[in-house]
C-alpha cells in the first residue's frame, strides 16, 4: 500500500491568497488525483495529474483556479488561487495504481476568512 | 457515465446490534466497488474491495459486503457494531477504462450508540 503525506494538514487563508498544498508518496505512481470535499459532502474529482503532461480537469474546475504540478513520480501539489470564503473545504490527493484500492492523503482542512 | 448512490443520509444503530450501510451503483462493464471510512479530521481509509471472485467480502475492522450484480448493489454489513465505528462511510465505484477514476456516493453518517 502506498503512504501519502499531505501538507498542509490545515490552514486558515485570507480571502483573494493563495495556498499550495504538497502532496508525497513513498513510492512512484503514475497517476495523482485531487479530490474536494465541502462541508457535509461527499468527495468530488478535481484534476488528475500525471508526471509530464498538463493535468487533466473535471467540468466546473480550471487551470487558473486550480494549477497543478506534478514535477516526478512521487510529488505533486494543488495550488487554490485567489481563495473566496466558498472555496472552504477538505482537499485530499490520491494515488491508485492498476484495479487496486485507493489511498488518501490525510487531507488539507482549508478555512478561507 | 458511472454513479453511486447511498439512499440513506445517516443510519442509527445500537451498539452490538447488526448494521447495514446501502450503496448501489451504475456503470457500463464490470464493476470495481470501494468502501472507505472517515472518520472526523482524517482522510478515507480503505475498507474492503470488491474486483471479482466470491461475491461476499471481508474487510477491516470487521465489516464485510455482498456484491448483488442484478441488484447492483454493494451495501456494506457489520454483524455487531461498536460504538468506534461512528463515522462518516463512502461507497465508490470504477469501471475499467475510466481512467481509475473514483466515482463516489454521497456518504452515510453511522451513528453507533451505546
Known amino acids: 500500500s502506498a503512504v501519502i503525506s499531505q501538507k498542509p494538514s490545515r490552514d486558515i487563508c485570507q480571502r483573494g491568497t493563495s495556498l499550495t498544498i504538497q502532496c508525497q508518496v513513498d513510492?512512484?505512481?503514475?497517476?495523482m488525483f485531487w479530490y474536494r470535499q465541502q462541508p457535509g459532502q461527499s468527495l468530488t474529482l478535481i484534476a488528475t495529474?500525471?508526471?509530464?503532461?498538463?493535468?487533466?480537469?473535471e467540468s466546473g474546475f480550471v487551470i487558473d483556479k486550480f494549477p497543478i504540478s506534478r514535477p516526478n513520480l512521487t510529488f505533486s501539489t494543488l495550488t487554490v488561487s485567489n481563495m473566496s470564503p466558498e472555496d472552504s473545504s477538505i482537499y485530499l490527493c490520491?494515488?491508485?495504481?492498476?484495479?487496486?484500492?485507493?489511498?488518501f492523503g490525510q487531507g488539507t482542512r482549508l478555512t478561507v476568512v | 457515465a458511472q454513479s453511486v448512490a447511498q439512499p440513506e443520509d445517516q443510519v442509527n444503530v445500537a451498539e452490538g446490534n447488526p448494521l447495514t450501510v446501502k450503496c448501489t451503483y451504475s456503470?457500463?462493464?464490470?464493476?470495481?466497488l470501494f468502501w472507505y471510512v472517515q472518520y472526523p479530521n482524517r482522510g478515507l481509509q480503505f475498507l474492503l474491495k470488491?474486483?471479482?471472485?466470491?461475491?461476499l467480502v471481508k474487510g477491516s475492522y470487521g465489516f464485510e459486503a455482498e456484491f448483488n450484480k442484478s441488484q447492483t448493489s454493494f451495501h456494506l454489513k457489520k454483524p455487531s457494531a461498536l460504538v468506534s465505528d461512528s463515522a462518516l462511510y463512502f461507497c465508490?465505484?470504477?469501471?475499467?477504462?475510466?481512467?481509475?477514476?473514483?466515482?463516489f456516493g454521497g456518504g452515510t453518517r453511522l451513528m453507533v450508540k451505546p
Open positions: 513510492s512512484q505512481v503514475t497517476m
Open positions: 495529474a500525471n508526471q509530464g503532461s498538463e493535468a487533466t480537469y
Open positions: 490520491s494515488v491508485c495504481e492498476g484495479i487496486t484500492e485507493a489511498f
Open positions: 470488491y474486483i471479482t471472485g466470491d461475491n
Open positions: 456503470v457500463s462493464g464490470n464493476p470495481y
Open positions: 465508490a465505484v470504477r469501471a475499467l477504462g475510466a481512467g481509475n477514476m473514483l466515482t
